[in-house]
């Protein structure tokens, strides 16, 4: 009884020492009122953790260890991104080892390592009880896994749910509880692929009948299908001159971008993430539907082979390129690159890393090597997908000798001024770089937009200093979720010019340059996109909101809401099509094919006349079941 009692305290001295090590350090922690949940939790857990132990200090020692990665981790991401740990953030805890190096790199191997080894250690491998005690743990893990659905719904009636705030429920639950529910919930949605007449009825809801527009007067220039097309993701690219409160001593954007900006309408990409998951973005870019889920869409949702921007290209004739100077396999890239269609991926293998700011290449030498590998096939032959993902832009921003510091800030947050300079370095770069290209491609189609804001410190940091963003979600207003996902983005149409696009969903993209194109071909690219020429429709986690002009409208799902009808139908209904598109039966790419036969079938019933009527539509109805 007195181990149970030293075993028990140990935990308790534990939660109280890390709730107000994580609050002070990094300003996160659960609600006063969860704590005692959540104490009772650790505690459970605990309980099971000292059955299997040999003695009291290997369990404290185990204990501690174990506690410390879970909790530091998930303090580190809330405040670095604004949600806590979720389920598929287990999958891709991989590609952090591809990403990080140094100190960094070994603390990351660490807070994997030293748990297992430390449980391992712990382990009581000769004592009855360790076993059972192993037993029940696995037993109530096979039933959670077997039954995910009940588990949800008693543990929602009892702790809640708050849709689109994954931080408001950490916080009123407290971890072990909030790992164990989103896990049931995230095992609960692997429903089976929607059958056909889910995706048919999706397709009618979204009035789905290729091809759609996004840009009608594009079409009337068919003449400019085979123009080359220039892609770039701008790391981390955002503008820095609203943050008021840091004080900036100069416009961190060249001169030249401004204008540029200002002559496509200071247009905005509407961004599925914050701060981090890049590759989110990028599908939207190359596959046109939006990422609604807190997970990285490459790392287990794309299974399919699909006719995404990439394939579509290359179906007319393009030869279609992926660059990007990080290891290859981050993200799954290898894998979703091929999936999407490219024909060619150079990471940073295929690169000379020879200016580097920190790890990261520098845009200025992506730029250059880029250039000296498609300049060939800039002038004839094939037509070239060019895609280009920049690397340099990484929190915390590093530069080097090279790359001096030229913007000072008056405020205390040095994420801010090193991100000021990284933007001063990233904006002429791409402009020396984009003159150039415009002068060997000038008929070329070129897109260039910032995958999302860069994360300025703890609990959005400097975005609170300014009043851009609150520190936590509860508190945003409409404005900020769109604040939170705006990047700038500018499309060039050629001689042309700047097209004013409007703030741009990051999924529209696609349909915006076939139509620029001038490709008609039908194809599931404007599924999203043309849903409506007026609304658009941004998706987030657990929450979505639509602009039209200057009005936005921003829907919680788990609230019911006037004027989120229709958008939350339109969002269920893309939600089916991208289950069944990139992890399902595809019925979505057999649509076309089907209207074909049935048109063809009333040619036939209307050259047979009323006598064939009954037969010609029974043996259609036949074939599509």
């Not at 059958?195 to 809801?205: I, K």
């Not at 001096?404 to 947050?413: E, H």
């Not at 410190?457 to 769109?482: K, P, Q, V």
Request: glycine fraction near 8%; include cysteine; charged fraction near 20%.
């Amino acid at each position: 009884m007195r181990e149970w009692m030293w075993a028990l305290g140990l935990v308790t001295l534990w939660y109280l020492l890390a709730q107000i090590g994580i609050a002070f350090a990094l300003g996160v922690s659960p609600e006063a009122g969860a704590w005692p949940r959540d104490l009772g939790a650790h505690l459970f857990v605990g309980g099971l953790l000292f059955m299997m132990a040999r003695s009291v200090m290997r369990f404290a020692l185990a204990m501690g260890v174990l506690f410390s990665a879970f909790t530091v981790s998930n303090a580190i991401k809330l405040a670095v991104l604004g949600g806590p740990v979720m389920p598929d953030d287990f999958v891709a805890a991989k590609n952090l080892f591809l990403l990080l190096e140094g100190w960094q790199l070994w603390g990351s191997v660490a807070m994997l390592a030293l748990p297992v080894a430390s449980l391992l250690w712990m382990f009581a491998w000769r004592q009855p009880r360790a076993w059972v005690a192993l037993g029940g743990a696995v037993l109530a893990v096979t039933a959670v896994v077997s039954h995910p659905a009940p588990v949800v719904g008693w543990m929602d009636a009892r702790f809640g749910d708050w849709v689109w705030n994954q931080r408001g429920n950490y916080e009123m639950r407290g971890l072990p509880l909030h790992l164990v529910q989103e896990t049931a919930r995230n095992l609960s949605r692997r429903a089976q692929p929607p059958q056909m007449a889910e995706v048919d009825q999706a397709l009618s809801l979204l009035g789905a009948k290729p091809p759609g527009r996004l840009f009608k007067a594009a079409l009337q220039h068919p003449d400019r299908a085979g123009r080359n097309v220039h892609m770039f993701v701008l790391e981390s690219f955002w503008d820095p001159l609203p943050l008021k409160a840091a004080g900036l001593s100069a416009d961190p954007l060249d001169p030249a971008f401004r204008k540029l900006w200002k002559a496509a309408g200071n247009a905005r990409a509407l961004s599925p993430v914050f701060g981090g998951y890049t590759a989110n973005a990028e599908f939207e870019a190359l596959c046109g539907f939006p990422v609604q889920t807190d997970a990285v869409f490459f790392e287990g949702r794309l299974r399919r082979d699909v006719p995404c921007l990439p394939r579509h290209l290359g179906e007319a004739g393009y030869r279609s390129v992926a660059s990007h100077p990080n290891a290859a396999p981050f993200w799954n890239r290898i894998n979703a690159y091929r999936r999407v269609g490219f024909e060619q991926y150079w990471s940073d293998r295929n690169f000379v890393l020879d200016d580097m700011n920190g790890e990261f290449l520098s845009d200025a030498s992506l730029y250059r090597q880029v250039l000296e590998r498609i300049g060939p096939e800039l002038d004839g032959g094939r037509p070239l997908f060019n895609y280009v993902l920049t690397y340099f832009g990484h929190l915390d921003y590093p530069l080097n000798e090279a790359r001096p510091p030229v913007i000072t800030a008056a405020t205390d947050n040095g994420l801010v001024s090193a991100y000021a300079n990284t933007v001063y370095y990233k904006s002429r770069e791409l402009m020396h770089f984009l003159a150039e290209l415009r002068r060997r491609d000038p008929d070329a189609i070129v897109v260039l937009f910032g995958d999302h804001l860069p994360s300025l410190g703890w609990n959005h940091g400097g975005y609170a200093e300014s009043g851009l963003l609150a520190a936590s979600r509860s508190e945003f207003d409409d404005a900020m979720f769109r604040t939170l996902v705006a990047t700038p983005l500018i499309v060039i149409d050629g001689r042309r010019g700047p097209v004013r696009t409007g703030d741009l969903p990051i999924y529209a993209l696609p349909a915006l340059v076939l139509d620029l194109l001038g490709d008609e071909r039908e194809t599931m690219l404007r599924f999203a996109a043309h849903a409506d020429d007026v609304v658009r429709v941004r998706p987030l986690p657990g929450v979505h909101f639509t602009v039209e002009g200057k009005a936005l409208t921003v829907c919680r799902d788990g609230e019911a809401q006037i004027g989120c009808e229709a958008s939350s139908a339109w969002v269920e209904a893309i939600s089916v099509l991208k289950r069944d598109l990139f992890n399902g039966g595809q019925h979505a790419l057999q649509a076309p094919d089907r209207l074909r036969r049935l048109q063809t079938v009333e040619l036939e019933v209307e050259e047979l006349g009323s006598d064939g009527l009954d037969d010609g539509i029974a043996n259609e109805t036949d074939n599509d079941v």
